[in-house]
Each structure stands twice: as structure tokens, then as C-alpha cells.
């Protein structure tokens, strides 16, 4: 199992994630780059789920912590 890497820094007011931080390197990308990337499979430990009339949005693969989503924002 990959080590999920990808915490959140911006989310609209609803909670959708749009940007984030990768820890290993502290770079920051925008949720849609990440999203092509995992679609590809090139971000280990992350998926892609697509629901019935909305954009595409990237999730942490499951574990056996409570959350398996990505983790909640933090303020950078």
C-alpha cells in the first residue's frame, strides 16, 4: 500500500478540495492536475471516483484508518 503523501490547503465553501500540498516535496498542485494524474495512474495510493453528473474528484485508496478519504484541510 502507497503512503498517502497529499493533504488539502483549499476547498471551496462547500468542502470540495482544489488545491493541495504533496509532504514529500512540498509542492503545491491544483486538485484537477492531480486528478488527470491518478485517472493515468501515476499517483500512487489515489483513485478517481466519478459520480452521475459531477466532475471527476480524487480519493485516498482505502486503509484501515476511519478516513480514507484525502485528509481534512490544514492551514498553510
Known sequence: MSKKTL???KETPKG???K???LRNLTKKENT???KKADKG????YHIVKQK???????SNPD????NNLD????S
Open 16 to 18: 470540495k478540495n482544489v
Open 33 to 35: 492536475e492531480l486528478v
Open 64 to 67: 484501515v484508518k476511519k478516513k
Open 42 to 45: 501515476q499517483l500512487p495510493g
Open 7 to 9: 493533504k488539502t490547503i
Open 53 to 59: 453528473g459531477k466532475a471527476k474528484f480524487l480519493r
Open 20 to 22: 493541495s500540498i504533496d
Open 72 to 75: 481534512p484541510k490544514i492551514n
